[in-house]
């Protein structure tokens, strides 16, 4: 079965320091590990896609990056708005029924203080 | 271009009652499916649809829930009769059929209380 575990559950910055977030995951084969922010009262907003092991996305102060085990959020000088949810989840490798499924973990809440 | 919609954003109902959830996925999108989450638990996978046909519904907690999308458009899910477990968020996602670039976009959910 996949397993996606997600380490802080919480953490709290101040403005300007940089920080990561983990996603540890146990899958059979890998087709695709998604990152979401999540507003409250707000459904997921898709942020990046990783496929291999190795490979690196970045959109303004956020860069996510893949292992083969686990990936990172990194998050440099955040500010108050970059305050949400954080989720990851995996789709597994295999073809057919449930090879749509998206697997989550919990979430890392961020808390950004100005 | 819009994105996913649904609606209502709120409902809270009595036990035993029914209510039906509708999700309305950005157009030109195959793919719709149902997410859940509980509170304290993550989001779960409920079922998948492909077009009108139901692709995988391994996730679909008991009879109690029906999921139907009419000609391939719209989709509802009604919970007949709703128990206290079934409170929670209800996330529709929808994507295009693009193989292993396959991104879900999600709406922004429905709050369900049973009392």
């Known amino acids: 079965e996949d397993q996606v575990t997600q380490s802080p559950e919480a953490l709290r910055l101040q403005e300007g320091e940089s920080s990561s977030l983990n996603c540890s995951y146990t899958?059979?084969?890998?087709?695709?590990l998604f990152w979401y922010r999540q507003d409250p009262g707000k459904g997921p907003e898709f942020l990046f896609t990783?496929?291999?092991a190795g490979e690196e996305k970045e959109k303004e102060r956020l860069k996510a990056t893949l292992t083969k085990k686990e990936s990172f959020l990194h998050i440099t000088a955040p500010k108050p708005e970059d305050s949400a949810t954080y989720l990851c989840?995996?789709?597994?490798?295999?073809?057919?029924?449930?090879?749509?499924?998206?697997?989550f973990g919990k979430g890392t809440k961020l808390s950004v203080i100005p | 271009e819009a994105g996913v919609t649904q609606f209502p954003s709120h409902s809270v109902i009595e036990k035993g009652q029914t209510v039906t959830l509708r999700c309305d996925p950005i157009?030109?999108?195959?793919?719709l499916y149902w997410y859940r989450r509980v509170m304290g638990k993550e989001i779960k996978f409920l079922l998948h649809?492909?077009?009108?046909?139901?692709?995988?519904e391994s996730g679909m907690p008991n009879n109690r829930f029906l999921a139907e999308r009419t000609g391939g458009t719209y989709s509802t899910l009604k919970v007949q009769p709703a128990e206290l477990e079934d409170s929670g968020v209800y996330f529709c996602?929808?994507?295009?059929?693009?193989?292993?670039?396959?991104?879900?976009?999600f709406g922004p959910g429905t709050r369900l209380t049973v009392l």
């Open positions: 649809f492909v077009k009108e046909s139901k692709q995988d």
């Open positions: 157009s030109g999108h195959d793919n």
């Open positions: 899958v059979s084969g890998l087709r695709g």
């Open positions: 989840a995996v789709r597994p490798l295999y073809s057919g029924a449930g090879s749509y499924q998206l697997t």
């Open positions: 996602a929808s994507s295009q059929e693009a193989g292993s670039t396959d991104t879900q976009y």
């Open positions: 990783l496929y291999s």
